[in-house]
Antibody
Framework: QVQLVQSGAEVKKPGASVNISCKAS????????IHWVRQAPGQGLEWMAI????????SYAQSLQGRVSMTTDTSTGTVYMELTSLRSEDTAVYYC??????????????WGQGTLVTVSS | QSALTQPASVSGSPGQSITISCTGA?????????VSWYQQHPGKAPKLMIF???SRPSGVSNRFSGSKSGNTASLTISGLQAEDEADYYC??????????FGGGTKLTVL
């Protein structure tokens, strides 16, 4: 069965970086795009980024340009998302989600369990 | 890119129908059929309920339906049930080659 398993919770200081992993299984990793979505406490969902596991092409939300990057390891079916220069407002649950076979489809049919990142001095 | 506009809250009694709107612009909802809806219960990951404006994934009740007119997409839930109480989010592709979510709507089943 399809599963996305994310790495565990992180506590970081302002200005630091965080790297979250998302390991996919149960399907052919390179045939579906992966998205990252975050949710601050008590707030709504925010789309962050998309990566094509086949080739590594990426696109990012304008609000995060320059601070977010993603890579993939096709040998393990894992996507890595790094967010740098952390601020308190980056405190959120971060989700990876499986998108479609085409780049901009919005049907995220499988989600990771979420990774809580807390930014605090 | 500003978030799509959704009502903060809607409510209805069991058995009734409710509609949640999602208003964007000609640069997103109005020009593309890449609009989906998600249901999120507290502490859980979102669940896909409608994609491509009006398509329903397998396993999702046919009480959930989607539509679009101009720059506004809508999610309708008929025959409201207690388990439908949750937050609902729309999302759309935008001309800027990004995706944008709505602000979310809290559905209360009275």
């Amino acid at each position: 069965q399809v599963q996305l398993v994310q790495s565990g919770a992180e506590v970081k200081k302002p200005g630091a970086s965080v790297n979250i992993s998302c390991k996919a299984s149960g399907y052919t990793f390179t045939t579906y795009y992966i998205h990252w979505v975050r949710q601050a406490p008590g707030q709504g969902l925010e789309w962050m980024a998309i990566i094509n596991p086949s080739g590594g092409g990426t696109s990012y939300a304008q609000s995060l340009q320059g601070r977010v990057s993603m890579t993939t390891d096709t040998s393990t079916g894992t996507v890595y998302m790094e967010l740098t220069s952390l601020r308190s407002e980056d405190t959120a649950v971060y989700y990876c989600a499986r998108g479609g076979r085409k780049q901009w489809l919005t049907n995220f049919d499988y989600w990771g369990q979420g990774t809580l990142v807390t930014v605090s001095s | 890119q500003s978030a799509l506009t959704q009502p903060a809250s809607v409510s209805g009694s069991p058995g009734q129908s409710i509609t949640i709107s999602c208003t964007g612009a000609s640069s997103d909802v109005g020009s593309y059929n890449y609009v989906s809806w998600y249901q999120q219960h507290p502490g859980k990951a979102p669940k896909l309920m409608i994609f491509d404006v009006s398509s329903r994934p397998s396993g999702v009740s046919n009480r959930f339906s989607g539509s679009k007119s101009g720059n506004t997409a809508s999610l309708t839930i008929s025959g409201l049930q207690a388990e439908d109480e949750a937050d609902y989010y729309c999302i759309s592709y935008t001309r800027s080659n990004t995706l944008v979510f709505g602000g979310g709507t809290k559905l209360t089943v009275l």
